[in-house]
């Protein structure tokens, strides 16, 4: 052998059982992808049902899902962008039809103006495109750096720096009505 262990040289026995296979990627995943929908839902129960619905359609088609843990991982973290990236489209549709404006946010108290503050980034996040929310998050939120954001959604460094400029930038437009200097 090359002096590899034995271990990174043969494959890991994949289970022949898609049922299996399909456990496999729950155990080895589900914590990651939560987190990550958990980011980009607006609650916990959202984020459960992203993670769900990225794992049946891994279940749909098992074989569509690449071998190794990375390739794993990247599939399933496209899967998981691209629902909330059409549940954003079908919000935004929603959205257009609706003629109620944002809420004034006339907090008192600090849990008041935390909670308020919190709706206003949610918001504020929501108004992004999907991709360019996705790429906000995983950087500023999970700590990711700019190459694993680049593997996991499958585009380049230079577009993933781009998407979070651009999302930087639309973050800021959109807060700064709201953002006041304190008397």
């Not at 155990?27 to 987190?35: G, K």
């Not at 794993?72 to 059409?86: G, K, M, S, Y």
């Not at 980034?121 to 950087?139: C, E, F, G, K, N």
């Amino acid at each position: 052998m090359n002096g590899a262990p034995m271990a990174t040289v043969l494959p890991a026995a994949l289970p022949d059982d898609p049922a299996d296979r399909l456990a496999a990627l729950f155990d080895a995943h589900y914590d990651r992808l939560y987190r990550l929908a958990r980011r980009l839902a607006a609650d916990a129960d959202a984020a459960r049902d992203l993670v769900q619905d990225t794992f049946l359609r891994a279940a749909r088609a098992p074989q569509s899902v690449p071998q190794g843990h990375a390739s794993e991982e990247a599939w399933l973290v496209r899967v998981l962008i691209n629902i909330r990236r059409d549940e954003w489209r079908r919000a935004a549709v929603r959205r257009r039809y609706d003629e109620a404006a944002w809420p004034p946010l006339g907090a008192v108290g600090d849990h008041e103006a935390a909670t308020a503050a919190r709706e206003l980034v949610w918001r504020a996040l929501d108004a992004l495109p999907p991709r360019r929310r996705a790429v906000v998050v995983m950087h500023e939120i999970e700590g990711l750096t700019i190459a694993a954001i680049a593997s996991l959604v499958g585009i380049s460094a230079v577009t993933v720096r781009w998407h979070l400029a651009a999302g930087r930038r639309d973050l800021a437009r959109v807060l700064a009505p709201h953002m006041e200097e304190p008397r």
